[in-house]
């Protein structure tokens, strides 16, 4: 049996590596995928190796991920219930994806992942192994009986680590869980449990990586310029950049003035409500100039239509539907209504505000001369508004003569 698992290197991930050796007999091949969480990857290989694998592999998937994932979510508007900019949810259909690519490249009959049973990430992984590998044999520890008897707590797995001699550096008193890539930061568990601890307070400041607080951002704004080409972000301030080169350059820029912070309960796939924190920094200001140039540019009811379907979308991100063909029809009718969003927008960053300052576009569906008030000569014509607010009104005035109308 040859295993080939979701490797991180942290607690879970590296309890499982010696636990699948020694229950299923397998040879274990570890998996991590570079997505844009930096110093978290630094000597990943050789501590898979100690703790039993046989091998390991590091993908780097920082454009991937932009180009190929972020960028058709960003051009879709999706945020989930109003808040979540969906960084965790979209990270986990390119790891799976890859890990299969692991898989079949090591001929391995199995692939494993560390997540919970009570997460959303759980259903991510195992809806696109179906998807993508429909006959491979998947292992979750963790909704194993015998694993949750084993390690009902971190006190337990920190005891086997230093029983076998496995290098973490986790303890006991870590308050909260992080997880990092290039759109965002997430905080959730431990302290952040309580829906009533205060994460802003100027006593857990050192929690957050990407943005300081708007409190403590500079005191002058910051101007930035986008351009986008067909609903995609191609330059910043002038400068052309890889999708990935974008994201990290509006990190950097949002996180400088507290831009895209988060707190939010939010409601997961399996049932629950759960409470996380999230940093967004680039994103945050990403989906706002795409939406600046959106208004210059997309039809009315193309723009609404689109929209009615945004929070479909965005469950299904959430879900785990990423390669489910009812997001590829959507991705569809979307990037169809992107084919004109081009355009350049001017935006103010200042403590943790993003304002807009100006956009245009050679594509602009807007005509200055048809939307003055000034007595401007156009080809609009006002007195055509009369028939049309007669025909609207008809039908509400039928229903008043012959019903008495709505109750006022």
């Not at 590998?133 to 797995?157: C, N, T, Y």
């Not at 706002?288 to 208004?295: L, P, Y």
């Not at 935006?347 to 245009?360: E, F, H």
């Amino acid at each position: 049996m040859k295993i080939v698992l979701a490797y991180s290197g942290g607690l879970d991930t590296s309890v499982i590596v010696r636990w699948l050796r020694e229950t299923y007999d397998a040879e274990i091949i570890t998996f991590a995928a570079d997505i844009g969480q930096e110093e978290e990857l630094k000597g990943l290989s050789t501590k898979a190796r100690r703790t039993g694998a046989s091998k390991h592999h590091t993908v780097d998937l920082v454009e991937e991920f932009a180009r190929d994932f972020i960028y058709p979510m960003i051009r879709a508007n999706a945020v989930y219930e109003g808040q979540y900019h969906l960084g965790t949810a979209i990270a986990r259909p390119l790891i799976a994806k890859a890990q299969l690519d692991i898989a079949r490249r090591e001929k391995a009959d199995t692939v494993a992942h560390g997540a919970t049973g009570k997460g959303n990430d759980q259903c991510r992984f195992e809806l696109t192994y179906m998807a993508l590998a429909p006959r491979l044999q998947i292992i979750a520890p963790w909704k194993i009986d015998s694993f949750r008897e084993a390690f009902p707590g971190r006190a337990e797995m920190i005891a086997y680590c230093r029983r076998h001699r496995i290098p973490v550096e986790a303890s006991l008193r870590k308050p909260y869980s992080m997880d990092r890539n290039l759109l965002h930061i997430s905080y959730e568990a431990g302290i952040l449990e309580d829906p009533w601890f205060d994460a802003s307070a100027r006593s857990n400041r050192k929690m957050f990586k990407l943005s300081v607080s708007p409190e403590d951002a500079p005191n002058r704004p910051e101007h930035v310029e986008l351009d986008f080409v067909g609903g995609d972000c191609v330059a910043v301030n002038g400068r052309k950049l890889t999708p990935a080169g974008v994201l990290r350059e509006l990190n950097r820029l949002g996180g400088r003035h507290g831009i895209g912070r988060v707190d939010l309960v939010e409601n997961r796939f399996v049932g629950m409500k759960s409470r996380g924190v999230y940093e967004t920094p680039g994103g945050t200001i990403l989906m706002h100039g795409h939406r600046q140039v959106e208004s210059l540019t997309m039809d009315r009811e193309v723009m609404h239509l689109r929209d009615s379907l945004m929070p479909k979308y965005a469950e299904l991100v959430y879900y785990g539907f990423w390669f489910a063909p009812e997001r590829e029809a959507l991705q569809s009718l979307i990037d169809e209504g992107q084919r004109f969003v081009t355009g350049t927008v001017r935006l103010k960053l200042y403590k943790g505000n993003v304002i807009t300052c100006g956009r245009r576009s050679r594509y602009s569906l807007y005509d200055m001369k048809v939307a003055s008030m000034e007595g401007v000569k156009s080809w609009y014509n006002q007195n055509d508004a009369t028939g049309f607010i007669r025909l609207n009104g008809l039908r509400l005035r039928a229903r008043s003569l012959a019903q008495r109308g709505p109750k006022a």
